[in-house]
C-alpha cells in the first residue's frame, strides 16, 4: 500500500472564515478533527478534506495550483459564479481572453479558481472539484503518479494529469513554462502513510521517487508529520497514521 492523499492544505490569513466560504460554495461539511483543525469534507466517501491552516503572508503571486469548478448546465455556471460572489469571492483579471468561457474568480484570501463552462470533456468524468489544475513539469507529474499509485489519463506535449483509480476531481500539470517559485506555496498536499505501515519506509520509498528534504535536513515537520519536496520543489506534508 502506498500514501493517500488525506487533505489540499491552504495557508490562510484567517482559516476558519475561508472554511465558510469554501463550505459555503462547495457545500460541504466541516469534518471531525482536533479541536484546533478547520477542515471540511468531500460528502463522497472517496474524497478529500481541504484544510486551512494559519500563518500565510499576505498574497503577492498569483499560485502555482488552483481548482477548477464543474458545470452542468451554463445556468448552473452561473449559479456557482453569483454563489461564490455572494459569499465574498471576486471576479479577477488573470489574463484570460474574452472568448473563453470560463470565469476567473479568488476566493476571499486571493486564490484564483476557474468555474469552467459546461460541456467540457475533459472533466466530465469528474466531480464539482473537476481539477486541480497546478502550474508543473511533466517529471512532476510522473513522481505523483508513482506516489499515489493514481493513473497517468492525460500525458502529451509535457502535459499530464493523473486521477484516483476511483474517480473524482484529477490533478494536472501544464507543463512547460513554469514559472519561476518564489517562496512556499499557499496550496500543498497532505498524505496520510498507510495504517499499520513503516512511516518511514514510505518517507524513503517517496524520497527514492525523486523528493527531497528541504534544505538538506534530516527532516522537517512536526512529530505527527514530514515536510518533503517533489521534484518541482512544492512542499508536501506526509502524516504518520497510527
Not at 65 to 80: C, I, K, N, W, Y
Amino acid at each position: 500500500m502506498t500514501s493517500q492523499l488525506l487533505a489540499i492544505c491552504f495557508n490562510a490569513t484567517r482559516p476558519s472564515d475561508l472554511a465558510r466560504f469554501w463550505s459555503g460554495v462547495l457545500g460541504w461539511e466541516p469534518a471531525d478533527g482536533p479541536d484546533d483543525d478547520v477542515a471540511i469534507q468531500s460528502p463522497d466517501t472517496t474524497g478529500f478534506r481541504i484544510r486551512f491552516l494559519p500563518g500565510a503572508q499576505p498574497k503577492t503571486r498569483q499560485n502555482r495550483a488552483h481548482f477548477d469548478l464543474t458545470s452542468g448546465s451554463p445556468q448552473e455556471q452561473r449559479q456557482t459564479v453569483a454563489r461564490v460572489l455572494e459569499l465574498g469571492g471576486r471576479h479577477i483579471d488573470v489574463g484570460q481572453l474574452p472568448e473563453e468561457e470560463h470565469v476567473v474568480l479568488a476566493d476571499p484570501d486571493g486564490n484564483e479558481f476557474c468555474v469552467i463552462e459546461a460541456g467540457n470533456k475533459f472533466l466530465a468524468d469528474t466531480g464539482f472539484i473537476g481539477a486541480l489544475a497546478c502550474d508543473g513539469t511533466q517529471e512532476v507529474g510522473y513522481f505523483w503518479s508513482e506516489a499515489l499509485r493514481w493513473p497517468l489519463v492525460w500525458d502529451q506535449d509535457e502535459e499530464t494529469a493523473i486521477q484516483s483509480p476511483d474517480g473524482g476531481t484529477k490533478i494536472t500539470w501544464g507543463g512547460p513554462p513554469v514559472p519561476p517559485k518564489t517562496g512556499p506555496n499557499r496550496l500543498f498536499f497532505e498524505l496520510g502513510s498507510p495504517a499499520g505501515t513503516d512511516g518511514e519506509a514510505e518517507i524513503d520509498r517517496l524520497l527514492s521517487l525523486g523528493a527531497t528534504r528541504p534544505d538538506g535536513a534530516a527532516g522537517a515537520g512536526d512529530r505527527d508529520a514530514v515536510l518533503l519536496l517533489d521534484p518541482d520543489g512544492n512542499e508536501f506534508r506526509v502524516r504518520r497514521t497510527p
